[in-house]
């Protein structure tokens, strides 16, 4: 029998290597995937304690966040199109009109 | 079902085996497999430098995720997880990759700053942080009683609580992929009148 601990354990490590990703790559569709990254470890932990406490409420809300994660997938990989149209590139830092 | 669903069980271990002490089981040795593998794909994913190398790491954990959902009985969710994670939603990344001409490969090279090496410690600190909250808690996690976990994770049980006690939710939901549609179709178009 595996403890819930481990199952954490392994969540919050997913997780952490997707903040990485997000705050070290310059690719903005690298970062976006870092994210899906995390939205994923984040569903490993909702099923884990559904699964452990014997409530279906967690894996209903797995199933609201994939509806979440597509949406934001679809309108996010748009901004990209759009973006690269405008600049020719994807690398965040050439980026930068919203900065100050 | 009845029967595809005891095999699954036979295959991941999941019907009581009570073992003593530290055996090693199949579960143990599966769990600690997909563990790995999807910590190592994540690390390859973050580490690529071609996009189109991150998405196909990110497929694979997506897939030891989809296993690591059926040791915890979740199998309707690990049904979904590939259906939806590696069949759609990567299947997007890969088109935007292919439509977006990255050009040259000499330019996908990023150079490494003190900044994100001090990104990347603040991140490794969130882990602690996160470690120490498991490890420091007084809490009691709850122990697994797989006859339950087996019952709430059918595609049965998901769609009676999802179409009874989650029903407004699910409907809004419909919504928000109607306002994802609109929206995608807008910032894609070529020109906006």
Redesign the interface.
Same mark, same amino acid.
């Given at each position: &029998?595996?403890?819930?601990?481990? @199952?954490?354990? !392994?969540s919050? #490590?997913? /997780?952490? #290597? =997707? $903040?990485? =990703?997000v705050?070290? +790559? +310059?690719?903005a #569709? #690298?970062v /976006? &995937?870092?994210i899906? !990254?995390m939205l994923?470890s984040v569903? !490993?932990t909702l099923?884990?304690f559904?699964? @452990? &406490? =014997?409530?279906?409420?967690g894996?209903?809300l797995?199933?609201?966040v &994939?509806?979440?994660?597509?949406?934001? $997938?679809?309108?996010g990989?748009?901004?990209?199109?759009?973006l690269? +149209?405008n600049k020719q590139t994807?690398?965040i830092d050439e980026i930068n009109i919203l900065k100050w | 079902m009845e029967n595809a669903r005891r095999w699954v069980n036979s295959i991941i271990g999941c019907e009581p085996r009570r073992l003593s002490g530290h055996s090693v089981t199949f579960e143990t040795v599966l769990f600690y497999g997909l563990a790995a593998a999807s910590v190592g794909s994540a690390l390859m994913m973050v580490t690529r430098r071609s996009p189109v190398m991150s998405a196909i790491w990110l497929i694979g954990n997506f897939f030891a995720l989809a296993g690591l959902y059926l040791t915890l009985q979740a199998q309707f969710i690990a049904v979904v997880q590939i259906i939806v994670y590696a069949g759609a939603i990567m299947v997007l990344f890969l088109f935007v990759i292919m439509l977006l001409n990255l050009g040259d490969p000499k330019k996908l090279i990023e150079k490494i700053s003190y900044t994100k090496i001090i990104a990347a410690g603040l991140s490794g600190g969130m882990l602690m942080e996160l470690l120490a909250i498991l490890g420091f808690s007084d809490v009691r996690l709850p122990e697994q009683n797989v006859d339950r976990a087996i019952q709430i994770g059918t595609v049965e049980n998901i769609g009676k609580e999802m179409f009874t006690t989650f029903l407004f939710p699910f409907e809004i939901t419909s919504v928000l992929l109607l306002a994802a549609i609109v929206g995608a179709v807008i910032l894609a178009k070529r020109k906006i009148d």
């Open positions: &029998m595996i403890p819930l601990e481990h @199952y954490l354990i !392994l919050a #490590i997913t /997780f952490v #290597i =997707g $903040a990485v =990703g705050v070290t +790559r +310059r690719n #569709i #690298i /976006f &995937m870092s899906e !990254l994923n569903n !490993l099923v884990a559904s699964s @452990y &406490m =014997g409530d279906a409420t894996q209903v797995v199933f609201f &994939m509806t979440v994660a597509a949406a934001e $997938a679809a309108v990989l748009a901004i990209i199109i759009a690269f +149209r994807v690398n | -």
